[in-house]
Structures are given as C-alpha cells and as structure tokens.
C-alpha cells in the first residue's frame, strides 16, 4: 500500500535543522484513520481502501453511513476517501494506520491534495494581472476593465469566445495537490506531520497526505 493518510491543517510555524537552517514547515494532523471497506479486484473490478477520519456524532450521520461503519467496528466518520491500489490490499476492514507509516527512511518527500483558500469574485487585473486601460484622458470608468475581448472570435466559426479566455470571475476553492514536499518530522505519539512549506487551503481543512509518486 502506498501510505496515505487524511488530515487536518493546523497551521504553519518553523523548525531548525541540525545544521542551525530556518525551515518553514506546515503542521498536520494526520490519523489516525480506520479502513472501513477493502475493495479488491476480484470482486469489486480493482483494488482500493476506503479510510474514514475523524469521529462524528451519529445524529449528525445518516443509519447507512453508521451501519456501513459499524461493520468495520468503528462509529461513523466525518471524511471518508477511497485510496486507489496497483497491488491487492492486505488490510482489513477495522484496521487503524497513523503517522508511523510516514516515520521509516524510505519515506523522504510527500504529495499533498486540498482544496485551495476562495478568494471570491476577481477583476482581471487581481486575478490575471492585467494592466487595465490608460488613466489618462479619455478613459472614463473603464480603467480596470479587461478591454475588447470579441477578438478570441476566430473568422468562419461564429462569435462564440475560445474556451479559457481570460476574464474576470471566482477565483480559488479549487483541488490542488502540491508534489514532492519534504517531509521535516513525524510526531507519532500526537499524530503529527511536519511538511516543509505550505500547503492548499486555509486553516482547519481537511487534506489527504501520501507518500510522493515521483520522489521517495
């Protein structure tokens, strides 16, 4: 299995290294998560684990999401994801994994998935960084506007714009997933992650935590 975990953002603070070198860092608590369904390919077509996260009170869960858990042993939970394997699982419904699989020497740069901060509704100078139009004489309340945006039209194919024209609109609260962020310390016994850097999202959210595809 390739270790993933879901966590919580706490915040960022920073660390230093044997060598006295500043490090910003991102704290996360990772786990522990309880696997609540194994799929396997020759039943379900492929493999995966399906993981739940943090306990949520059952008048605030449906009495499907609470029998599914309880078959696992556990009581429902409030994030629930399904990790994707190459290899069949060898774990089993019930099963709790924490931060010691991210603790071994084979385990040095981590891939970490959220949902980025939502910013609202952008002009196209915030959210492209435009220029805007003259601020000199003849231009009236139109100075931060995006300015002719017809010719994206090509000729023969009708006055429809080219999909991805840049223009102004919600910017943020998109899934993000930073690759290969060093792993600084793992806190088994508080279930936390120290990853170098920042990380997607504000404060408090969720994010899923797992071992890097492209590094080690």
């Known amino acids: 299995m390739v270790p993933t975990l879901l966590g919580r953002k ?3 603070t920073r660390i230093t290294d044997e060598r006295g070198v500043v490090h910003p860092v991102t704290v ?5 998560c309880v696997v609540l369904q194994v799929k ?9 684990l399906q993981v739940g ?48 699989m991210f603790g071994g020497d084979d385990v040095k740069f981590l891939d970490v998935t959220g949902v980025t901060k939502g910013r609202g509704t952008m ?44 223009m102004a609109g919600h910017t943020g609260h998109v899934r993000r997933t930073l690759q290969n962020q060093r792993l600084m310390g793992v806190d088994v016994e508080d279930h936390l992650i120290l990853v ?7 404060e408090g959210t969720m994010v899923m935590v797992r071992k890097s595809k492209k590094r080690g």
Do not use: C, W
């Not at 170098?196 to 999202?201: A, K």
């Open 10 to 12: 706490l915040g960022m």
């Open 123 to 166: 002009g196209v100078m915030r959210r492209y960084g435009f220029g805007g139009q003259p601020a000199s004489h003849g231009t009236e309340r139109k100075h931060r506007s995006p300015g002719s945006i017809g010719g994206g039209a090509s000729r023969g194919h009708g006055r429809g714009l080219k999909k991805g024209k840049r």
């Open 53 to 100: 996260f943090e306990d949520v009170k059952p008048h605030r869960s449906t009495k499907a999401l609470i029998g599914h858990a309880g078959r696992a042993g556990t009581g429902p939970k409030r994030y629930v994801k399904e990790i994707r394997l190459d290899e069949a699982p060898t774990h089993n419904p019930g099963d709790v994994l924490t931060v010691e």
């Open 40 to 48: 396997r390919a020759e039943t379900d077509g492929y493999n995966a």
């Open 28 to 32: 996360i608590k990772a786990g522990p």
């Open 196 to 202: 170098r850097g920042g990380v997607p999202g504000p």
